[in-house]
Protein backbone atom coordinates (compact mmCIF):
# COMPACT_ATOMS: atom_id res chain seq x y z
CA UNK A 1 0.00 0.00 0.00
CA UNK A 2 1.09 3.48 -0.48
CA UNK A 3 1.80 5.10 2.16
CA UNK A 4 3.76 8.21 3.76
CA UNK A 5 5.58 8.78 7.14
CA UNK A 6 6.56 11.24 9.85
CA UNK A 7 7.78 9.55 12.72
CA UNK A 8 8.07 12.12 14.58
CA UNK A 9 4.58 13.05 16.12
CA UNK A 10 6.53 16.33 17.72
CA UNK A 11 9.72 17.95 17.04
CA UNK A 12 11.32 20.62 20.08
CA UNK A 13 13.30 23.22 18.79
CA UNK A 14 14.89 26.36 20.65
CA UNK A 15 14.17 29.62 18.75
CA UNK A 16 17.07 30.30 16.59
CA UNK A 17 18.50 26.74 16.41
CA UNK A 18 18.27 24.73 13.06
CA UNK A 19 15.08 22.27 12.67
CA UNK A 20 14.17 19.88 10.87
CA UNK A 21 10.63 17.46 10.21
CA UNK A 22 11.20 13.76 8.98
CA UNK A 23 9.06 12.88 6.38
CA UNK A 24 9.54 9.81 4.02
CA UNK A 25 7.54 7.74 1.71
CA UNK A 26 6.28 4.50 -0.17
CA UNK A 27 4.74 4.96 -3.58
CA UNK A 28 5.54 3.51 -6.91
CA UNK A 29 7.28 5.81 -9.24
CA UNK A 30 8.72 9.25 -8.42
CA UNK A 31 5.71 11.05 -7.23
CA UNK A 32 5.51 14.72 -6.77
CA UNK A 33 5.55 15.74 -3.04
CA UNK A 34 4.36 18.83 -0.76
CA UNK A 35 4.72 20.45 2.22
CA UNK A 36 2.17 21.87 4.34
CA UNK A 37 1.36 23.92 7.55
CA UNK A 38 -1.80 23.98 10.13
CA UNK A 39 -1.87 26.83 12.12
CA UNK A 40 -4.41 26.70 14.96
CA UNK A 41 -7.72 27.07 13.95
CA UNK A 42 -6.61 27.49 10.14
CA UNK A 43 -6.34 25.18 7.04
CA UNK A 44 -3.69 23.64 5.48
CA UNK A 45 -1.38 26.52 3.66
CA UNK A 46 0.81 25.11 1.08
CA UNK A 47 4.74 25.68 1.50
CA UNK A 48 6.44 23.73 -0.48
CA UNK A 49 6.52 20.97 -3.19
CA UNK A 50 9.20 18.91 -5.42
CA UNK A 51 8.41 17.87 -9.02
CA UNK A 52 11.53 17.56 -10.85
CA UNK A 53 15.35 18.89 -10.99
CA UNK A 54 17.09 20.13 -7.85
CA UNK A 55 16.66 18.28 -4.93
CA UNK A 56 16.64 20.91 -2.63
CA UNK A 57 13.89 22.96 -2.90
CA UNK A 58 12.75 26.19 -1.18
CA UNK A 59 9.51 27.57 -0.30
CA UNK A 60 7.13 29.95 1.87
CA UNK A 61 8.61 31.16 5.50
CA UNK A 62 12.34 30.36 4.70
CA UNK A 63 11.26 26.69 4.79
CA UNK A 64 13.56 24.60 2.44
CA UNK A 65 13.17 20.52 1.62
CA UNK A 66 15.72 18.35 0.30
CA UNK A 67 14.49 15.48 -1.48
CA UNK A 68 16.27 12.13 -1.42
CA UNK A 69 15.43 9.47 -3.35
CA UNK A 70 17.57 6.19 -2.26
CA UNK A 71 16.02 7.15 0.88
CA UNK A 72 12.61 8.12 -0.41
CA UNK A 73 12.63 11.11 2.16
CA UNK A 74 11.55 14.97 1.80
CA UNK A 75 12.17 16.47 5.17
CA UNK A 76 11.48 19.79 5.90
CA UNK A 77 14.49 22.05 7.19
CA UNK A 78 14.89 25.88 8.03
CA UNK A 79 18.37 27.19 8.72
CA UNK A 80 16.82 29.48 12.07
CA UNK A 81 13.58 28.14 14.10
CA UNK A 82 11.06 31.17 15.07
CA UNK A 83 8.29 31.04 17.67
CA UNK A 84 5.88 31.67 14.68
CA UNK A 85 7.00 28.50 13.34
CA UNK A 86 5.13 26.47 16.32
CA UNK A 87 2.52 24.56 14.03
CA UNK A 88 1.19 21.21 12.69
CA UNK A 89 3.48 19.66 9.90
CA UNK A 90 1.71 17.41 7.07
CA UNK A 91 3.59 15.89 4.27
CA UNK A 92 2.11 14.75 1.19
CA UNK A 93 2.69 12.70 -1.49
CA UNK A 94 0.96 12.62 -5.06
CA UNK A 95 1.82 9.40 -6.81
CA UNK A 96 2.43 8.83 -10.31
CA UNK A 97 -0.65 6.55 -10.91
CA UNK A 98 -2.50 9.48 -9.59
CA UNK A 99 -1.50 11.79 -12.32
CA UNK A 100 -4.64 13.04 -13.80
CA UNK A 101 -6.33 13.48 -10.10
CA UNK A 102 -4.13 15.67 -8.03
CA UNK A 103 -4.90 13.20 -5.55
CA UNK A 104 -3.32 13.48 -2.32
CA UNK A 105 -1.64 10.95 0.41
CA UNK A 106 -1.10 12.97 3.71
CA UNK A 107 1.00 11.94 6.64
CA UNK A 108 -0.25 12.09 9.92
CA UNK A 109 1.31 15.07 10.76
CA UNK A 110 3.84 16.92 13.23
CA UNK A 111 3.53 19.17 15.57
CA UNK A 112 6.75 21.60 15.86
CA UNK A 113 7.40 23.65 19.23
CA UNK A 114 9.98 26.49 18.99
CA UNK A 115 10.70 27.38 22.43
CA UNK A 116 11.60 31.25 22.89
CA UNK B 1 -8.98 37.88 -2.78
CA UNK B 2 -9.54 34.59 -4.56
CA UNK B 3 -10.91 31.93 -1.21
CA UNK B 4 -11.88 28.32 -0.56
CA UNK B 5 -14.66 28.88 2.57
CA UNK B 6 -16.25 26.44 4.51
CA UNK B 7 -19.76 27.05 6.16
CA UNK B 8 -20.61 26.32 9.03
CA UNK B 9 -17.23 26.51 11.10
CA UNK B 10 -18.76 24.51 13.87
CA UNK B 11 -21.56 22.23 14.16
CA UNK B 12 -22.84 20.27 17.29
CA UNK B 13 -24.94 17.75 16.54
CA UNK B 14 -26.69 14.37 17.78
CA UNK B 15 -26.60 10.69 16.31
CA UNK B 16 -29.22 9.92 13.38
CA UNK B 17 -29.14 14.18 12.26
CA UNK B 18 -28.49 14.56 8.43
CA UNK B 19 -25.91 17.24 8.62
CA UNK B 20 -24.31 19.22 5.14
CA UNK B 21 -21.59 20.85 5.72
CA UNK B 22 -21.05 23.14 2.68
CA UNK B 23 -17.62 24.51 0.38
CA UNK B 24 -17.53 27.90 -1.96
CA UNK B 25 -14.54 29.14 -3.75
CA UNK B 26 -13.64 31.99 -5.76
CA UNK B 27 -10.15 30.83 -7.49
CA UNK B 28 -12.01 29.62 -10.53
CA UNK B 29 -10.60 25.94 -10.10
CA UNK B 30 -12.49 22.72 -11.51
CA UNK B 31 -11.07 19.99 -9.00
CA UNK B 32 -12.47 19.99 -5.28
CA UNK B 33 -12.33 17.79 -2.69
CA UNK B 34 -13.33 16.60 1.02
CA UNK B 35 -10.89 15.63 3.33
CA UNK B 36 -11.55 14.86 6.91
CA UNK B 37 -8.55 14.97 9.81
CA UNK B 38 -8.56 13.09 13.16
CA UNK B 39 -5.68 13.20 15.68
CA UNK B 40 -2.77 10.46 14.91
CA UNK B 41 -4.29 9.85 11.28
CA UNK B 42 -3.50 13.20 9.53
CA UNK B 43 -6.41 13.76 6.53
CA UNK B 44 -8.41 11.03 4.60
CA UNK B 45 -10.08 11.90 1.59
CA UNK B 46 -13.48 11.32 1.28
CA UNK B 47 -14.56 12.57 -2.00
CA UNK B 48 -13.35 14.31 -4.86
CA UNK B 49 -14.59 15.95 -8.03
CA UNK B 50 -13.33 17.20 -11.65
CA UNK B 51 -16.11 19.02 -12.83
CA UNK B 52 -19.66 19.72 -11.75
CA UNK B 53 -20.35 15.96 -13.50
CA UNK B 54 -17.59 13.84 -12.51
CA UNK B 55 -17.90 12.76 -8.66
CA UNK B 56 -15.72 10.03 -7.20
CA UNK B 57 -15.35 8.04 -4.13
CA UNK B 58 -12.35 8.75 -2.02
CA UNK B 59 -10.90 6.30 0.31
CA UNK B 60 -13.03 6.82 3.09
CA UNK B 61 -16.61 7.87 1.19
CA UNK B 62 -18.87 5.37 4.35
CA UNK B 63 -21.47 7.18 5.34
CA UNK B 64 -21.27 10.42 3.10
CA UNK B 65 -22.69 12.05 0.02
CA UNK B 66 -21.20 15.11 -2.01
CA UNK B 67 -23.37 17.08 -4.20
CA UNK B 68 -21.68 19.76 -7.17
CA UNK B 69 -24.09 22.03 -7.32
CA UNK B 70 -21.71 24.26 -9.87
CA UNK B 71 -18.33 24.81 -10.12
CA UNK B 72 -17.84 26.79 -7.27
CA UNK B 73 -19.68 24.47 -4.39
CA UNK B 74 -19.45 21.28 -3.35
CA UNK B 75 -21.31 20.12 -0.42
CA UNK B 76 -20.77 17.08 2.07
CA UNK B 77 -23.91 15.72 3.50
CA UNK B 78 -23.79 12.93 6.54
CA UNK B 79 -27.58 11.23 5.99
CA UNK B 80 -27.33 10.28 9.60
CA UNK B 81 -24.69 11.25 11.71
CA UNK B 82 -22.98 9.33 13.98
CA UNK B 83 -20.11 9.46 16.61
CA UNK B 84 -17.14 8.68 14.85
CA UNK B 85 -17.62 11.09 12.22
CA UNK B 86 -16.93 13.51 15.04
CA UNK B 87 -13.97 15.26 13.12
CA UNK B 88 -12.25 18.35 11.46
CA UNK B 89 -13.64 18.31 7.62
CA UNK B 90 -11.60 20.41 5.63
CA UNK B 91 -12.48 21.53 1.13
CA UNK B 92 -9.92 21.82 -0.87
CA UNK B 93 -9.87 23.27 -4.90
CA UNK B 94 -7.09 22.39 -7.25
CA UNK B 95 -6.46 24.14 -10.77
CA UNK B 96 -6.14 21.34 -13.80
CA UNK B 97 -5.04 24.15 -16.26
CA UNK B 98 -1.58 24.60 -13.75
CA UNK B 99 0.39 21.62 -13.98
CA UNK B 100 1.10 19.97 -10.62
CA UNK B 101 -0.65 22.87 -8.67
CA UNK B 102 -1.00 22.46 -4.89
CA UNK B 103 -3.95 22.34 -3.42
CA UNK B 104 -6.12 24.99 -1.20
CA UNK B 105 -7.37 24.26 1.58
CA UNK B 106 -10.95 26.03 3.20
CA UNK B 107 -10.51 26.85 7.15
CA UNK B 108 -12.18 23.48 8.26
CA UNK B 109 -15.17 22.79 9.76
CA UNK B 110 -15.85 21.29 13.20
CA UNK B 111 -18.70 18.51 13.38
CA UNK B 112 -19.17 16.79 16.98
CA UNK B 113 -22.00 14.38 16.70
CA UNK B 114 -22.95 13.69 20.14
Known amino acids: AQSVAQPEDQVNVAEGNPLTVKCTYSVSGNPYLFWYVQYPNRGLQFLLK??????LVKGSYGFEAEFNKSQTSFHLKKPSALVSDSALYFCAVRPMDFYNTDKLIFGTGTRLQVFP | DADVTQTPRNRITKTGKRIMLECSQT?????MYWYRQDPGLGLRLIYY???????NKGEISDGYSVSRQAQAKFSLSLESAIPNQTALYFC?????????????FGPGTRLTVL
Open chain 2, 49 to 55: SFDVKDI
Open chain 1, 50 to 55: YITGDN
Open chain 2, 92 to 104: ATSDFRTTYNEQF
Open chain 2, 27 to 31: KGHDR
